[in-house]
């Protein structure tokens, strides 16, 4: 079943549906990366809606300002505030620079900020090797310190404020766990620019601070390193005040196109198969 990006999907065998959740992709990524991935969450029982980044689309044209993070957090933060308002509990699956995009639209939104105010909230977010930079700074500081992954995000190019990476070193990078060829058609049919910009605006708001967060690890990662991502969950912990529900797989960058039973299996312990009481839909 194809999926319309920014558009609700409903099940026609459950209407209506009292549970959503809503993919935001990292950057580079269009939203038929997680088609697959989409497909498998609806089989739960729940909505599912992919969120389309503006920030990776590519060159508006001449005298057009390229989109940045706070048009990324614009868009989801539409999407998820019509859910909510729909009284629906939403789980927010973020994957790497979504999970920044995530945490700057869900101000005021989180299930626990609307007790007794609405039946409809975020009940959790999932993150996916999530970048989580500190309230106050930007994805490309959160890099600070670590070679290894800097130099893996070095871009290839730029035009018109846009950045962009040959298809090899997505398939090196991204795709790490398949073999070469199939990480270059993944390359070439999935991933774009991306907007600069989107890296260089600031985090105003730490919506990790106050919605739970489930984060995965993905172990094989060449791109956000697990050591790297151990010192986000670090961010999370010391901001949020409260342990993170840690997850760790042997998989690459990109798990929803190269392992999504595990990130299927994430998010079944993120929307409460492990008995979580503020998000138990299964």
């Given at each position: 079943m194809s999926i319309r990006h920014n558009i609700n999907q409903r099940s026609t065998a459950q209407q209506p549906l009292e549970t959503a959740i809503v993919i935001v992709p990292d950057a580079w990524c269009l939203p038929e990366h997680y088609?697959?991935?989409?497909?498998?969450?609806?089989?739960?029982?729940?909505?599912?809606?992919?969120?389309?980044?503006?920030?990776?689309?590519?060159p508006m044209g001449e005298g057009t300002a390229p989109p940045g993070l706070y048009d990324d957090a614009a868009n989801a933060r539409r999407i998820i505030k019509g859910l909510v308002r729909e009284r629906k509990k939403v789980l927010i699956v973020a994957h790497s620079y979504g999970v920044v995009v995530a945490s700057e639209s869900v101000r005021g939104l989180g299930m626990e900020e609307l007790t007794g105010v609405s039946q409809g909230g975020v009940v959790r977010m999932l993150f996916i090797a999530g970048i989580v930079p500190w309230e106050g700074g930007e994805r490309n500081g959160s890099y600070e310190g670590h070679a290894r992954a800097r130099a893996a995000g070095r871009r290839d190019g730029e035009s018109e404020g846009f950045m962009y990476h040959s298809p090899e070193k997505l398939a090196e990078c991204m795709y790490s766990s398949v073999p070469y060829s199939q990480g270059l058609r993944h390359a070439a049919t999935t991933n774009t620019t991306?907007?600069?910009?989107?890296?260089?605006?600031?985090?105003?708001?730490?919506?990790?601070?106050?919605?739970?967060?489930?984060?995965?690890?993905?172990?094989?990662?060449?791109?956000?390193?697990?050591?790297?991502?151990?010192?986000?969950?670090?961010?999370v912990e010391a901001e949020a005040g409260r342990a993170v529900d840690v997850v760790r797989y042997s998989v690459d960058h990109c798990p929803p196109v190269t392992g999504p039973d595990a990130v299927v299996d994430c998010v079944r312990r993120a929307a409460g198969a492990e008995g979580y009481p503020n998000c138990t839909w299964i």
């Open positions: 088609e697959g991935l989409a497909t498998a969450c609806r089989a739960l029982g729940s909505e599912v809606m992919i969120v389309q980044n503006p920030s990776t689309r590519g991306q907007s600069a910009r989107a890296f260089e605006e600031r985090l105003t708001y730490a919506g990790y601070r106050t919605i739970p967060v489930t984060y995965m690890v993905a172990g094989a990662d060449r791109t956000v390193p697990p050591a790297l991502q151990e010192r986000f969950i670090g961010v």
